[in-house]
DNA sequence: CTAGAGCTTCCACTCGCTGGAAGGTCAAGC
DNA sequence: GCTTGACCTTCCAGCGAGTGGAAGCTCTAG
């Protein structure tokens, strides 16, 4: 198989598929004319890819899937641990997220959105109006 | 004000007010001996910088904020439309990891993370067992 | 006069690709 | 045999929003 075919077969694209094998997450064989060559087990290996990219995980994360998913005497405590960690993230980045949203459709909320200038979006922004010495603590 | 006064008033690292600085955030006057001179001015934009880039807001819609918040011939319904924006990038954010963390999650729970090597985890980023034939429409 | 803190610039690195240029290879059609 | 176009190769640059560090200048206190 040529990058074109692994790239339809695994649904990432071609530039993708070369820069994971620059950090080594595959290791495709090369053929006389220097295209890559992938064997199976490298369409494989991509698909996966791309399902724990699609889940968040981080490259290195894969990168140890990958491992523990080629080592039969992995134990799932392993890869479980890194799942969870992975959700932890996941859970602190809607959080950040939740709470930015919060403020944020309360100041939408405010503002009427009209031609005048006033705007509590902006206002607040600034925090010029004595709100700047009010203790957070 | 130097940059040290101005990182501890705005809360930003100093590295971080030279970068905006370089990108036209700010324009502190420079006193004879090289070093960074602010004013109130520059002091409260990099403040405003700070609470904006906390919402989450991307450094062009920064600039664009800053820009509005200076015109004071602005329509609010200019600043609204940006945060609408934003709100719906920060919704649809939301969505994604949601639905990430519902799969992930439902992945390490039935994951039993003991020193066997079976794992669903990894099954499921594998998908080898007859669910790639499955029909996802 | 010296030590240390603070300031300067510049370059490289992060993460995970993505775009594009310049050029080699292959298969089909004439 | 030749051309065309699709495919492949490498390499370099850039995204966003900074961060780290090196080398060197300036200021202030003792």
Request: aromatic fraction near 6%; include cysteine; hydrophobic fraction near 35%.
């Amino acid at each position: 198989m040529n990058i074109g075919d692994v790239a339809i077969l695994s649904g990432l694209p071609a530039k993708t598929i070369r820069y994971y094998e620059d950090i080594g997450l595959v290791k495709p064989l090369r053929s006389s004319n220097g295209y890559r060559t992938f064997c199976e087990r490298d369409a494989h290996r991509l698909a996966f890819l791309g399902r724990a990219r699609a889940l968040g995980f981080s490259i290195e994360d894969c990168r140890s899937l990958l491992a523990l998913y080629g080592d039969e005497k992995r134990a799932s405590a392993e890869v479980k641990e890194i799942a969870e960690q992975h959700l932890q993230r996941i859970d602190k980045k809607i959080a950040e997220l939740t709470e930015m949203r919060v403020t944020l459709s309360f100041l939408v909320d405010a503002c009427t959105g009209d031609h005048r200038p006033d705007c509590p979006i902006l206002a607040d922004l600034a925090m010029k109006q004595s709100d700047e010495e009010q203790p957070n603590q």
